[in-house]
């Protein structure tokens, strides 16, 4: 009897206390968490050493002078700030950069929103239209652009088109009066079907029952578009706008083969200056100094735009 009242106590050793103490340390929602960190640690790690680290890098070097040629790298303070204020071209290059950007956006947004409602319209060729207007999106930004810049020369084929008319064209590259918008066209014709194919998936989302009731009230397909439409999309205009924004403020490759920055500096818009400023006159810290002035401008931006959301954003009324 004895020995059966010893066999029924249970154990209370190490072992079995270590497993317990195994069993509770790991529960599911540790598991879970640990999971869910796993999962982020990729994008987590490469926006560290891709974003965040090259950032505070570029303000550290914008605190200094950094000479390649010369092999000099040396602090200067505040002096590349200084001349940022003092440089006479800055406020032609963010004229420059200005009426770039609002010209892109409003071009591409008004483009995009007319070809989706037409693509809407369940035509026939509908398919093909899209992929006809989508397909500059997947093409190389160099050869597109190389092959735009061969259409606008002076001899190019625009001005032929236009001759057959009996119009003569301009050098649509070379004169300052046409320069900005032949950059601007090319950029809207290249990025134009991404933000078409945006406006069409929130055209779809759209419930017919309520331009069905707005048909019963009278209205006509214009106020329709203004106060069903556009509200219920709102979102979707949000987003493209960014987008268009943030993308208009970092081009480079377009105005590097059509212009140049030229005639006259007319092009020339702030990610091209800096460029210059850096690896063409070698001017490293003042480099990065205007790449410091372009993130606040972005941010700015982005943060004006998402609070605006809330007077004009349908669903954050």
Request: glycine share 10%.
């Amino acid at each position: 009897m004895k020995t059966l009242d010893r066999a029924r106590v249970p154990e209370t050793g190490p072992a079995n206390g270590g497993a317990r103490a195994g069993r509770t340390m790991w529960t599911s929602r540790r598991r879970d968490h640990l999971a869910g960190y796993l999962f982020i640690a990729p994008q987590l790690i490469g926006s560290i050493v891709f974003v965040l680290v090259p950032l505070i890098l570029v303000v550290w070097y914008s605190f200094h002078e950094w000479n390649v040629l010369a092999g000099t790298f040396h602090g200067v303070g505040t002096e590349n700030y200084k001349n940022l204020f003092d440089d006479p071209k800055l406020p032609g290059v963010l004229r420059a950069t200005g009426y770039f950007s609002v010209g892109l956006v409003v071009l591409n947004l008004s483009l995009a929103l007319a070809l989706a409602v037409l693509l809407n319209q369940k035509l026939r060729g509908s398919v093909v239209l899209r992929t006809l207007f989508f397909s500059p999106v997947v093409v190389s930004l160099v050869a597109w652009t190389i092959v735009w810049g061969f259409l606008l020369q002076k001899n190019g084929g625009i001005n032929a088109g236009l001759d057959l008319i009996g119009i003569d064209g301009p050098n649509w590259l070379r004169s300052e009066g046409t320069s900005m918008l032949s950059v601007i066209v090319v950029q809207c014709f290249k990025n134009v079907g991404l933000n078409m194919v945006l406006f069409l998936a929130a055209l779809q989302g759209v419930p017919r029952e309520l331009y069905e009731a707005a048909t019963v009230d009278g209205a006509g397909r214009w106020r329709q578009f203004w106060r069903i439409t556009v509200p219920l999309i709102s979102p979707t205009i949000l987003l493209t706008s960014i987008i268009t924004m943030v993308g208009s403020l970092q081009v480079f490759a377009q105005i590097a083969v059509l212009t140049q920055g030229g005639p006259g500096g007319s092009t020339t818009v702030l990610v091209y200056y800096l460029y210059q400023q850096a690896f063409k006159f070698h001017h490293f810290g003042y480099g990065a100094t205007l790449s410091v002035l372009l993130f606040l401008i972005v941010l700015v931006l982005t943060i004006v735009q998402w609070q605006m959301r809330k007077k004009w954003v349908f669903h954050e009324s």
